[in-house]
């Protein structure tokens, strides 16, 4: 008996992996027979598609929640009320929990962390002439965009010793903006955010190498930041890509939730299609985006925002 019930766990373990398989091949001839998709000959990674454009903005959710905890506990820390703050920033936003309001400061960092976005440098190079063709830059950018994705440890191209490359100049500048948006929201008793949040970590060229012996949460906030900084940079390269570019998006307050091109940043059992169907009652809006979306013809990559009741 214990024998069989060993072979129908196996089976139904190699069910669901085919299942998954069969998901994703899916989803790829959906691509590749879109009309409107002028994507490359193959889906195998060998170019930018929209497919890789949408793990890479997953990618921005994850670490930009990751460093969102890091920021707030250094803000705690400091005797700053987070809730109060993030509260005041966005003051016609109802609160499902009062823990949705670490959402405020994720939007924050992504606002940061995605301006200039639509400029096809970020505003990170010399302004020196562009001499390259448009099918010659959409190859670099993904060849840039594969050498870039398999780091383990993006920290050594940020550290002050490193050779000068687009990456860390694209760091050093985000993590200045950062702190002065976040300086901006006026939380209290804080004089210095950046020495708060990432001590002396942080210096005018990088990450200064002999100060990875200090605080091992001022370490990690620096290294959750640079992981970040990545995974937009990464979203960057497979944009200017792709034929045409990707579009980005950034749903504004109060418009009408789409879900079309958007999607809750809450994974809460309360929330069911039904709640948001034409024929529901309910109608809900956008408190505010938190990951920005993106358009390629018509493939869209959702919006991550914080839904709310409409009035």
Same mark, same amino acid.
């Given at each position: ?87 005041? =920033? %966005?003051?016609?936003? /109802? +609160?499902?929990? &009062? *823990? ?5 400061y994720q939007a924050l @960092?992504?606002? !940061? ?82 020495? =708060? %949040?990432?001590?002396? /970590? +942080?210096?005018? &060229? *990088? ?8 605080? @091992?949460?001022? !370490? ?78 018509r493939i ?7 839904? /709310?009741?409409?009035?």
């Amino acid at each position: 008996m214990r024998k069989l019930q060993s072979e129908v766990t196996e089976l139904q373990r190699l069910l669901n992996s085919k299942t998954t398989e069969n998901a994703h091949l899916k989803r790829v001839v959906e691509l590749g027979n879109s009309q409107e998709y002028n994507g490359g000959e193959s889906f195998l990674e060998t170019e930018a598609t929209p497919h890789l454009l949408h793990k890479a903005v997953d990618r921005v959710n994850t670490t930009s929640g990751i460093l969102t905890k890091f920021l707030m506990q250094a803000l705690k820390n400091s005797g700053v009320n987070c809730s109060s703050v993030a509260k005041a =920033l %966005v003051p016609s936003v /109802v +609160f499902e929990r &009062d *823990g949705h309001t670490k959402f405020v400061y994720q939007a924050l @960092v992504c606002d !940061v962390l995605f301006d200039q976005f639509e400029n096809d440098s970020f505003h990170i190079e010399d302004n020196a002439p562009d001499t390259l063709d448009s099918e010659t830059r959409m190859k670099d950018n993904f060849e840039r965009y594969k050498q870039l994705n398999d780091l383990e440890n993006p920290e050594e191209l940020v550290y002050d010793d490193a050779a000068d490359n687009d990456f860390r100049r694209f760091c050093n500048k985000k993590q200045i903006d950062l702190i002065a948006a976040l300086s901006r929201t006026g939380a209290p008793g804080v004089e210095n955010v950046g020495v =708060l %949040v990432f001590g002396k /970590v +942080f210096g005018p &060229d *990088g990450i200064r190498r002999q100060e990875l012996a200090t605080s @091992v949460t001022e !370490v990690k906030s620096a290294s959750s930041f640079i992981k970040l900084a990545l995974s937009v940079f990464l979203v960057h390269k497979l944009a200017f890509a792709l034929r045409p570019t990707a579009e980005i998006f950034r749903p504004t307050r109060k418009m009408k939730f789409n879900r079309n091109y958007m999607e809750s940043i809450l994974m809460s059992t309360e929330e069911s299609d039904d709640d948001e169907g034409d024929n529901s009652p309910i109608v809900f809006g956008v408190g505010f985006t938190i990951v920005p979306g993106f358009k390629v013809n018509r493939i869209v990559v959702h919006s991550k925002v914080y839904k /709310v009741r409409r009035a």
